[in-house]
């Protein structure tokens, strides 16, 4: 893995959710929604529901999504999609967003 990219994990982790750092990888190799699935073998709706962080990365999706994305620890999925809902459930900007004046 090259410094960068370990630079770009690193921030990402620090950062985001564990969606976000999906949608990036997506993004990085041009791939739609429906060509994760297919090469995952995850569902588009669940793939979706991940970008949003309206649901728990398991056992078998981290699995899956280190198999498609390769050189990532399977944990390293469950680790940063339970770090970001910690950060989460601690930010009180994110429990009770401020109302539009």
Known sequence: MGTTRTRRIITMTQQSSAGAFVEEEMICRGWPIYELA??????????IQIILSKTIIDDETSCLLSRVFGQIDPLFWSKLDHLSRERDRNDPSVNNPEEPS
């Open 38 to 47: 297919e090469r995952s073998g995850i569902t588009p709706y669940t793939i």
